[in-house]
T-cell receptor, first 116, second 113 residues
Framework: DTAVSQTPKYLVTQMGNDKSIKCEQN?????MYWYKQDSKKFLKIMFS???????INETVPNRFSPKSPDKAHLNLHINSLELGDSAVYFC???????????????FGPGTRLTVL | AQKITQTQPGMFVQEKEAVTLDCTYD???????LFWYKQPSSGEMIFLIY??????QNATEGRYSLNFQKARKSANLVISASQLGDSAMYFC??????????FGAGTRLFVKA
């Protein structure tokens, strides 16, 4: 009964390829996120969706495109992969009370992406 | 401007002793939340403890407590009776009125037997 799950856990691919990472949460949360953790362990938000609407879109190359088919799913598609995209990508979710109430984020296990 | 600062890249503690991991933050928003997460070597991010800016009491969760000093803008994590399994990276994070959460650079804790 994993709360936030991601697939795949590991992804090794060649430069220039297109790949997707899937995320699902069964917590009933209304907000989902994508984070990138670099080799120095720095964690940076990329995107956030609230009730399927994009609410945070940080300075991320437009090769990265999130898609939220429903509240429980947030997928990340990456086009034309580059060496610098190698990182661990975390999905997270939270339940936020209407007027920007502060909700604890629960993270998925991460996807380690290696671009060769 | 860096909003979350963790000044200790690495810390050592003897098993069974208490340890304090420092975190300072900067915000002008009166409503915010502070979080601590643990990341063991296996890589997952584990939520430990939360403190809201309007909370009067310091948060506690088992062996974890958050020493919240609002005027100093600090939110230090205290781990009592350290265990070998506490060896991990620890991240302090802050969320202001919106949905965005900012993480500190982390502190790597080593627990010695």
């Amino acid at each position: 009964d994993t709360a936030v799950s991601q697939t795949p856990k590991y992804l090794v691919t060649q430069m220039g390829n297109d790949k997707s990472i899937k995320c699902e949460q069964n917590l009933g949360h209304d907000t989902m996120y994508w984070y990138k953790q670099d080799s120095k362990k720095f964690l940076k938000i990329m995107f956030s969706y609230n009730n399927k609407e994009l609410i945070i879109n940080e300075t991320v190359p437009n090769r990265f495109s999130p898609k939220s088919p429903d509240k429980a799913h947030l997928n990340l598609h990456i086009n034309s992969l580059e060496l610098g995209d190698s990182a661990v990508y975390f999905c997270a979710s939270s339940q936020d009370g209407g007027q920007g109430g502060v909700g604890t984020q629960y993270f998925g296990p991460g996807t380690r992406l290696t671009v060769l | 401007a860096q909003k979350i600062t963790q000044t200790q890249p690495g810390m050592f503690v003897q098993e069974k002793e208490a340890v304090t991991l420092d975190c300072t933050y900067d915000t002008s928003d009166p409503s915010y939340g502070l979080f601590w997460y643990k990341q063991p070597s296996s890589g997952e991010m584990i939520f430990l403890i939360y403190q809201g800016s309007y909370d009067q009491q310091n948060a506690t969760e088992g062996r974890y407590s958050l020493n919240f000093q609002k005027a100093r803008k600090s939110a230090n994590l205290v781990i009592s009776a350290s265990q070998l399994g506490d060896s991990a990276m620890y991240f302090c994070a802050m969320r202001e009125g919106g949905f965005k959460t900012i993480f500190g650079a982390g502190t790597r804790l080593f627990v010695k037997a």
